[in-house]
């Protein structure tokens, strides 16, 4: 049993500074592309698609979307708002920033549900509790400033990327602290 502990655990570790390496090459490449209408509508599209495939390989390692039904749904739920955002992009980038926010308010809501049911097993979830909770009052701001009269860009997305990556990695970091510490107890 210690040794699939073990492998999940460098699975998760593993995992975490994946997402959080996939979150800084993003931010780089909305910075870079900007004020390219067409490259930030793919980076926008590809963001929320990412966060389904990433949420469907984890759950699938860790027992299946039967087995993580915070998972599954928040599955469900990226691909859905990847949907959206493909819609939102004809619309405006106001329509653009509020479904980024529903979805930031669902998937960080969902994550916060996931991170308290595996603490138990791995520890180190602490920080993605935080995460959750930070995402869900991330999606209320980005819904009020879609509300706003100044008109949104890609840019007003990075922060929430950014926490999201900063989270990520301390959660990669806490978990080989804690394997090391183990390893060496």
Known sequence: MQNQSS???????????G?????????????L??????LTALLLVIYPAWDALANLVDARFNGGLKANSSQALNV???????????????NSTYAVLAVFGVWAILSGLL???TAVRRWRHYGAQWVMILSGAQSALAGGFMI??????AAPTILDITPYVGFGAFYF????I???VAAYRNANA
């Open 76 to 90: 469900v739920v990226s691909t859905i708002t990847t949907l959206a955002v493909i819609v939102a992009i004809s």
């Open 169 to 172: 990695l301390l959660s990669a």
């Open 19 to 31: 997402r959080a390496i996939f979150s800084i090459a993003w931010i780089a490449a909305a910075i």
């Open 111 to 113: 994550q916060l549900y």
């Open 144 to 149: 009020s400033r879609s509300l706003g009269s």
């Open 7 to 17: 492998t999940q655990s460098n699975w998760l570790r593993s995992y975490y500074f």
């Open 174 to 176: 806490w978990l080989v």
């Open 33 to 38: 592309f900007s004020g390219q209408s067409h």
